[in-house]
């Protein structure tokens, strides 16, 4: 079975992102983020009402991370010149459920449509993958996605992710079923 430490926080960096813990000063972007219809269209999780909902979302996120169930980090930009980065929460990337005893991760990933096809979610995704792997010694790294999520399917697939399984109205949410894609990556440096 899989040990691991997130004491102290993972921060994890790219080019262009920092990938960081969340707190109370992330809250109205969180609500930014989980309240807008166009972000949350193939998340399957109804839309934030309030900034408190968005404190009791990172708060379910920071006792994941203690219970050691999941984490997740917020994606910041940095300024490519001086390295600073921004505060401001754009979207959030982690690994929402883990099995450590079988080594395998399921990762969940969301971006607000202001920096949609920017490239932003790839370079998240391809650090996590990296750190879930050579870091935390994932064997295997899966996704759940709804079949329209298009561009979903499309960044999982350019990162060597390979579709699974597809189950039809597995999902309930907001008074209907719906399907679900199963997208999967085995770690090839183990």
Same mark, same amino acid.
């Given at each position: 079975?899989?040990?691991?430490?997130?004491?102290?926080?993972?921060?994890?960096?790219?080019?262009?992102?920092?990938?960081?813990?969340?707190?109370?000063?992330?809250?109205?972007?969180?609500?930014?983020?989980?309240?807008?219809?166009?972000?949350?269209?193939?998340?399957?999780?109804?839309?934030?009402?309030?900034?408190? +909902? /968005?404190?009791?979302? %990172?708060?379910? #996120?920071?006792?994941?991370?203690?219970?050691?169930?999941? &984490?997740?980090?917020? !994606? $910041?930009?940095?300024?490519?010149?001086?390295?600073?980065?921004?505060?401001?929460?754009?979207?959030?990337?982690?690994?929402?459920?883990?099995?450590?005893?079988?080594?395998?991760?399921?990762?969940?990933?969301?971006?607000?449509?202001?920096?949609?096809?920017?490239?932003?979610?790839? +370079? /998240?995704?391809?650090? %996590?993958?990296? #750190?879930?792997?050579?870091?935390?010694?994932?064997?295997? &790294?899966?996704?759940? !996605? $709804?079949?329209?999520?298009?561009?979903?399917?499309?960044?999982?697939?350019?990162?060597?992710?390979?579709?699974?399984?597809?189950?039809?109205?597995?999902?309930?949410?907001?008074?209907?079923?719906?399907?679900?894609?199963?997208?999967?990556?085995?770690?090839?440096?183990?």
């Amino acid at each position: 079975m899989l040990f691991v430490n997130f004491d102290p926080f993972p921060i994890l960096e790219t080019e262009r992102l920092l990938l960081h813990a969340m707190s109370d000063k992330h809250v109205d972007d969180m609500f930014k983020l989980r309240s807008n219809p166009l972000a949350m269209q193939y998340i399957g999780k109804p839309l934030l009402a309030s900034v408190v +909902e /968005a404190r009791d979302l %990172i708060d379910a #996120y920071n006792r994941n991370l203690r219970e050691k169930i999941g &984490i997740t980090w917020g !994606i $910041s930009l940095r300024d490519i010149e001086t390295k600073e980065s921004d505060s401001t929460l754009i979207g959030t990337i982690g690994f929402h459920k883990m099995d450590l005893y079988n080594y395998r991760a399921e990762i969940g990933y969301m971006i607000h449509p202001d920096h949609w096809f920017k490239g932003i979610m790839s +370079e /998240a995704l391809n650090r %996590i993958v990296s #750190y879930g792997f050579q870091e935390m010694r994932f064997h295997s &790294i899966e996704a759940k !996605i $709804s079949p329209e999520n298009d561009a979903s399917r499309k960044i999982l697939v350019k990162h060597g992710f390979i579709r699974e399984a597809y189950f039809k109205e597995s999902f309930y949410e907001n008074g209907k079923f719906l399907d679900t894609e199963i997208y999967s990556l085995l770690n090839k440096t183990a």
